[in-house]
């Protein structure tokens, strides 16, 4: 009888285990649109490391479908398209939304003097982890992470060598403070998309181009012009890694932390070491064609210095009548903190 009781209470084991299997964890699917070229180094890099980083720290409970080349939304809309949840994840180029965030554009002016992308990567992080303004403005959207990318000058005709470079120079320039810089050493400003930089070039309606090292390589610039200038005393760009604020008060609080450990300062980080890789890269190649790469120093340095400082302290002051009473600060705080992360 003992021995019937424990066969029966076997099968009854049995089948509640057959009855009753493990439910699985949901899976949650971002999508997540980039705004880059498929191949490009940001994008293999940084953007699908990341990705690549947060699903496998979730165990597979996090999807990420990246959408490159604007396929989802273009590069100067993708900001209200994550807002109003068309896509859950972006990464948007600042110069496009200055208007609509007022305290990063108070970084987006001359004379920072970015030669180290890792460090000023960095340093706008803290600096944003320090100010909630940063992150109140963006509304709609949590910001996860930050990188900044220093500009060039490519040129078809003369080298931009000094400040007298820039008189009568027709300049395709990428921002409002780029092109306020500009016009205040001379130059003629012009406005031109990305993919037409390249034809606008080779007919010399435009002379001289302002964009990133990797925008000089996918737009075909570095195959057309003949020297370059670093622009680490230009307006730089600012990259922004936001998520949909629903998407993201929808996620269980231990995927919330698995996105927030791998943004951040760590995504700071590895988009600014990338700017360092890509900036290399293409010198050395260009270096290989004999093609010429300028750094202002000594005077030329000393008088770019002065005239970015007068602008600089300009924009500053029309940013606090818009709004942004704290604007000063904001910039010596992060010139601050990028000397501390330089040091690093």
């Not at 604007?327 to 601050?336: C, D, G, I, L, T």
Request: with cysteine.
């Amino acid at each position: 009888m003992k021995k019937i009781v424990q066969t029966l209470c076997g099968v009854v084991l049995s089948c509640a285990v057959v009855s009753f299997p493990a439910v699985a964890a949901e899976q949650f699917i971002l999508n997540f649109e980039t705004g880059l070229g498929s191949q490009s180094v940001q994008q293999v890099r940084t953007l699908e490391a990341w990705s690549s980083s947060v699903e496998k720290a979730s165990q597979g409970r996090i999807k990420i479908n990246l959408y490159p080349n604007g396929s989802l939304a273009k590069p100067n809309v993708n900001l209200m398209a994550c807002q109003d949840g068309l896509v859950d994840i972006a990464y948007l180029h600042s110069f496009f939304f200055t208007d609509r965030l007022k305290a990063l554009e108070t970084l987006y002016v001359p004379g920072l003097n970015i030669t180290d992308p890792r460090a000023a990567s960095l340093a706008v992080w803290e600096l944003m982890e320090k100010y909630p303004a940063f992150h109140e403005e963006a509304k709609g959207v949590k910001i996860l992470g930050v990188h900044v990318s220093p500009m060039v000058i490519g040129s078809v005709t003369r080298p931009v060598e000094s400040t007298d470079s820039f008189k009568g120079l027709r300049l395709r320039t990428n921002g409002k403070s780029t092109a306020v810089l500009a016009e205040y050493m001379g130059s003629s400003v012009m406005t031109v998309p990305g993919p037409d930089i390249f034809m606008n070039l080779q007919k010399k309606i435009v002379e001289a181009a302002v964009a990133a090292w990797e925008g000089h390589r996918g737009f075909g610039l570095t195959d057309i012009c003949t020297s370059f200038t670093e622009g680490d005393f230009l307006p730089p760009i600012y990259f922004y890694l936001v998520i949909n604020q629903n998407r993201w008060n929808a996620l269980p609080p231990d995927l919330q932390k698995v996105i927030e450990d791998a943004s951040g300062a760590h995504f700071a980080a590895l988009g600014g070491e990338t700017e360092s890789f890509i900036a290399a890269d293409v010198k050395a190649e260009l270096g290989r064609e004999g093609k010429r790469i300028i750094t202002l120093s000594g005077e030329e340095r000393k008088k770019m210095n002065r005239v970015c400082t007068e602008v600089r302290e300009r924009e500053l002051e029309r940013i606090e009548k818009e709004g942004v009473p704290e604007a000063k600060r904001y910039v010596s705080e992060f010139m601050e903190l990028m000397k501390k992360y330089e040091m690093q």
